[in-house]
């Protein structure tokens, strides 16, 4: 797994409240048992996967297939596994910034499962204390925390050698779910003498592993959260020039959890976003397809960055700044991304037929640029699209890099400039 990372950036007087990570499996391999100190959206970009969480002291697990969206809360055990035997699984996800992280910019994973590489969280404890909570001998302990060497994403083997994670994937999930709390129970039928001394370390790994039955204790009649698909979704704006889907906590409701929404755009060769802005949100996208522009403008009205991005290059646009998205004039443009608000995003667009330029019109508003009416009214109905708008022959050049810029790319590049280099992030 690798992170962009969001929080405060050397330099910059700009905060953002979300990392995106990139888990990339090969086949038949497992993420380890863990859990989260933050809520995290998983997003199918190839490949298929199978994910299974704890959701109100039951195992859950779900299929997921390319242009899935899925939710599992902070603290929630969770694994992730490819059983495909031919195909990488590539997942993008959020994964917020929360006040309950301990002050630490960067997320931690608590490792269940675990041995010398990584550390389950059990290897922390005094192993007599640790034996006498588990009712196990120091022998068996050392073993079972000694185990696993591989690393927290770890090959299963389908031939007649099978490693631990092997055995437990096997499982029914009845058989997962006393897998998964036996280490963190520590034998709830103790004694009153063992009661005593281990209640303490009992109840904050209990706590820590199933904070979902603590916070929901009293809802355990609702439904353990079900697969979005992106794709599927009919789009909300669709033109000759593009389309684009919107899902917030109204679409899917695990979103309203975790506070997030998710978006799709696809734009034609040479077509643009319209100019606009993000009034409730933060908004994040990641480049699937094809190449483009970010274009981004400070407050002041000054261009704070206008950027070539790639596939695999993330962006960040913070709430309130004027941006807009181009696709290159020789392949259609695809970003996905992340948004810090699960309600319905009423983006105010600055140009186009819908655009605060056609609400505004009259002669305050032609007065603020120092023109007459007539002369706003004329530039206001120039162009007839709305959202998504065609491009134009003027603006060809947009797609034409300079060597030096062409030299400084890379998979993930970093833009020079202060905020620019913020805003178009790279690999820590």
Known sequence: MRMVKGGYRAGSFLHSPMHIGFISMEPNSLFIPQYLDSNLILFVHHGEARVGH???????ERHLKHGDVYTIPAGSAFYLENRLENQRLRIICSIDITSESMGWHAFQSFFIGGGTHPASVLAGFDHNTLATALNVSPEELHTFLTRQTSGPIVHISGSHHKNMWSEFLTQEPHQKLAHLKRIVNFGEEAGPKEEKSTWSLRKFLFNLVNRENVVNHHHHHHKAPSVYNLYKKKPNFKNHYGWSKNVDSSDYSPLEQSGNGVYLVNLSPGSMMAPHVNPSAIEY????????????????????????????????????????????????????GFTTSARRNHQQFLAGKNSLMQSLRGPEFAAAFGIDEKRLNRIANAQHEQVILPASSWDSSQDKASEPERKKRTNFERIVGSLGSDMIMGFD
């Open 54 to 60: 704890i959701h109100s002291s039951e195992l859950v």
């Open 285 to 336: 996208g990641v480049v699937l397809k094809g190449t483009g522009r970010i274009q981004i403008v400070y407050p002041n009205g000054t261009l704070a960055m206008n950027a070539r991005v790639r596939e695999g290059n993330v962006f960040w646009v913070p709430r309130y700044f004027p941006f807009c998205q181009i696709a290159s004039t020789n392949d259609h443009f695809e970003f996905f």
